[in-house]
C-alpha cells in the first residue's frame, strides 16, 4: 500500500474512531465467527476467563522468548498479545478508540520517575493528576453497569 493510500486510510480510520489493527481483528472474529460486539457488555461470546489465560499464555511465551533471546520470538509474543488484546475488546463491544485516547490523555499527563513499582524508568502520577474517563465513555456508548457480583 502506497504512503498516500496508508494515510487516507489511517484518516478514515480516526473519522471512524477505530484503528486499523481493531479493524483488522474484528474481520478476523467476524471471519471465523468469534464474535462481536456493538455494545460494551461483560457477555461477550468466549467467556473472559478464557480470554485472561490465552492473555497470559502469550505474556509467558514473551518472558520465555526475552530470556532465551530470541527477537523474533518476542516480536510474535507482543503481535499475538495485541491481537488477543483487541479481540477480547471487540468480543465485549469497547469502544476502543475512545478510550484508548482517554487513557492516554491521562498517562500523558503523568511525570517521568520512580514509582511503585520501583522501576527506574517509569511514569508516575503527579498532584492533580485526573486518571481515565473509563466508566463515563462505556456509558456513552450504551454500558449499563450491572450490580457487582464477584466471579466465582
Known sequence: MCDKCRQDKAALVRLLGEDAELLQVREMHEHFDLGVERVPTLEGRQPLLERIHCLQEELNELTTDYLDRDLPGIADALIDLVVFAKGTA??????????????MRANMAKERGVGKRGHAVDLVKPLGWQGPKTAEILAKYGWVQPPVERVK
Open 90 to 103: 471487540v468480543q465485549l463491544g469497547l469502544p476502543w478508540a475512545a478510550l484508548f485516547d482517554d487513557v
